[in-house]
């Protein structure tokens, strides 16, 4: 069973930038198909961006194209969100999850394993 930690959220002003790392532990990190959501308190948890297993193809929530970059490194099992152009809009609890089937998903309900969570706070 793969476990999941994410790190470097925080508090930045508009316009700012943040990292997010998502370190695996356990599991097959590699075959993998690698997802990050995000959820504000009395939403349902939203899509963010999603990558394949090989880092080959990756998809992204519309109103993140073009801030947001998903990155992979399967030789240190971290999956990375790298945020520019924040928004208060981007506040959230930001997650990380994996997939065990290599197709596209935007559901949460399609991963099977999830981080804990880091805060991101975009103020205005």
């Known amino acids: 069973q793969v476990q999941l930690v994410e790190s470097g959220g925080g508090m930045v002003q508009a316009g700012g930038s943040l990292k997010l790392s998502c370190a695996a532990a356990?599991?097959?990190?590699?075959?993998?198909?690698m997802g990050w959501f995000r959820q504000t308190p009395g939403k349902e948890r939203e899509f963010v961006a999603s990558?394949?297993?090989?880092?080959?193809?990756?998809y992204y929530e519309n109103s993140v194209k073009g801030r947001f970059t998903i990155t992979r490194d399967n030789t240190k099992n971290i999956l990375s969100l790298q945020m520019n152009g924040l928004t208060p809009d981007d506040t959230a609890v930001y997650y990380c999850?994996?997939?065990?089937?290599?197709?596209?998903?935007?559901?949460?309900?399609?991963?099977?394993?999830w981080g804990q969570g880091t805060q991101v706070t975009v103020s205005s």
């Open positions: 990558i394949t297993d090989n880092g080959g193809s990756t």
């Open positions: 999850a994996a997939r065990q089937y290599y197709s596209h998903s935007t559901r949460a309900s399609d991963y099977f394993a």
């Open positions: 356990g599991g097959n990190f590699k075959r993998y198909f």
